[in-house]
Structures are given as structure tokens and as C-alpha cells.
């Protein structure tokens, strides 16, 4: 690699270099040396910006976190809650986030590095369960989600069941109809 060019968005082309091999290849290809040839930079960039390569993955799924954006599909009051709620777990599991569940669990100093800024649980899934429940809230209170509906609850169990349906990364995602029909025996009329 040449040397003495400079890089834009060092961070964002790293990151990006990342879910291309997530994507592609899966966590165990997912190396400091993959992502720095994939991103087309010398080795020592990664390292220039982070303290080592569990530093760079921690930010990296904390990045990727943070850009899931449910308010541009969940919005309360519009559409139907099943299919606001369908939408939100084909673009949130089709997204790089079944494979970021994948390396959260399969890199033992990736959780411990995590614990120190996420409290609990898988980061995207557990932000997923609490866009889910803060959107069945807002619906529950338009009178479009049952009273008695344990909205929290319920954001955990669509989460779930939306990770097993997508956990399969080189199978077939689950058709509409099959994720509309698991959201509708969840979520109470």
C-alpha cells in the first residue's frame, strides 16, 4: 500500500470495509488484515485509530447501532402495526445486523468491551427491542394495540422471533407473508 496518502473518513471506509466481509464472508473472516486490505489502506491505519482490533469492532457495532433509525419505519398511527412492525424487522435483520449477532457472540473480548458502554444484552438486538416497544407504546395508545399489552415484552419477543427467522445467513430470508404471519400471532388485536 502506498504511503503518505492521505485518507478520508478513515473510520467510515473501515467500517464499511467491515460489513462488506460480515455480509459476505461472516465473522470469522472478519480480521484486522481483511478490513484493511478490503478498505484499501495499509495495515497500520486500523491501528493509528483504535487501540487494537476489539476497540475498532466495539465502535464499529456501537456505529452501526446507532444508525438504526426507527422512526423512519415505525411510524405510530400510520400504515398497519403489522405491517409497520414487519417492515421494521426486514430492514433492521436484511441489514448487516444478524451478522454484527453473529460477532458479538463470537468474540469473547467484543462483549467484554461492549459491557463497558452496553449495559446489557446484543446491542442491535436490544436496541431493536426498544424501538419495538417504544413504537407498540405509541400504538397502544391510539387504541391500535391491546390495553393490557405488555409493550416491553412484546418488543423482546418480536426481536427474537425476527432474529430466528433471519438467523440464517445463507438461506433464504423469511417471504413477507411468513414474517407478517409471526408478527400477527404476536402482537394482541
Given at each position: 500500500?502506498?504511503?503518505?496518502?492521505?485518507?478520508?473518513?478513515?473510520?467510515?471506509q473501515?467500517?464499511?470495509?467491515a460489513?462488506?466481509?460480515?455480509?459476505?464472508s461472516?465473522?470469522?473472516?472478519?480480521?484486522?488484515?481483511?478490513v484493511?486490505?478490503?478498505?484499501?489502506?495499509?495495515?497500520?491505519?486500523?491501528?493509528?485509530?483504535?487501540?487494537?482490533?476489539?476497540?475498532?469492532?466495539?465502535?464499529?457495532?456501537?456505529?452501526?447501532?446507532?444508525?438504526?433509525?426507527?422512526?423512519d419505519?415505525l411510524?405510530?398511527?400510520?400504515?398497519?402495526?403489522?405491517?409497520?412492525?414487519?417492515?421494521?424487522?426486514t430492514a433492521?435483520?436484511?441489514s448487516?445486523?444478524?451478522?454484527?449477532?453473529?460477532?458479538?457472540?463470537?468474540?469473547?473480548?467484543?462483549?467484554a468491551?461492549?459491557r463497558?458502554?452496553?449495559?446489557?444484552g446484543?446491542?442491535?438486538?436490544?436496541?431493536?427491542?426498544?424501538?419495538?416497544?417504544?413504537?407498540?407504546?405509541?400504538?397502544?395508545?391510539?387504541?391500535r394495540?391491546a390495553?393490557?399489552?405488555?409493550?416491553?415484552?412484546?418488543?423482546?419477543?418480536?426481536?427474537g422471533?425476527?432474529?430466528?427467522?433471519?438467523a440464517?445467513?445463507t438461506?433464504?430470508?423469511?417471504?413477507?407473508?411468513?414474517?407478517?404471519?409471526?408478527v400477527?400471532?404476536?402482537?394482541?388485536?
Amino acid at each position: 500500500m502506498p504511503t503518505g496518502v492521505a485518507l478520508r473518513d478513515v473510520r467510515e471506509q473501515l467500517f464499511d470495509a467491515a460489513d462488506r466481509i460480515l455480509l459476505g464472508s461472516g465473522p470469522e473472516a472478519l480480521t484486522s488484515r481483511a478490513v484493511t486490505d478490503t478498505a484499501g489502506c495499509a495495515k497500520g491505519v486500523l491501528h493509528r485509530h483504535f487501540t487494537d482490533f476489539d476497540a475498532f469492532l466495539a465502535d464499529y457495532v456501537l456505529d452501526r447501532v446507532h444508525r438504526l433509525s426507527a422512526d423512519d419505519l415505525l411510524n405510530a398511527g400510520s400504515g398497519t402495526v403489522t405491517g409497520n412492525v414487519a417492515a421494521f424487522l426486514t430492514a433492521l435483520f436484511g441489514s448487516v445486523a444478524v451478522a454484527i449477532v453473529a460477532l458479538v457472540t463470537f468474540r469473547d473480548g467484543l462483549r467484554a468491551r461492549l459491557r463497558d458502554t452496553w449495559p446489557a444484552g446484543v446491542p442491535v438486538l436490544t436496541q431493536g427491542a426498544v424501538a419495538l416497544a417504544d413504537y407498540l407504546e405509541d400504538e397502544r395508545a391510539r387504541g391500535r394495540v391491546a390495553a393490557g399489552a405488555d409493550t416491553t415484552v412484546l418488543g423482546a419477543i418480536l426481536i427474537g422471533t425476527g432474529h430466528l427467522l433471519h438467523a440464517d445467513r445463507t438461506g433464504s430470508p423469511p417471504t413477507p407473508a411468513e414474517l407478517r404471519r409471526a408478527v400477527e400471532a404476536i402482537i394482541p388485536a
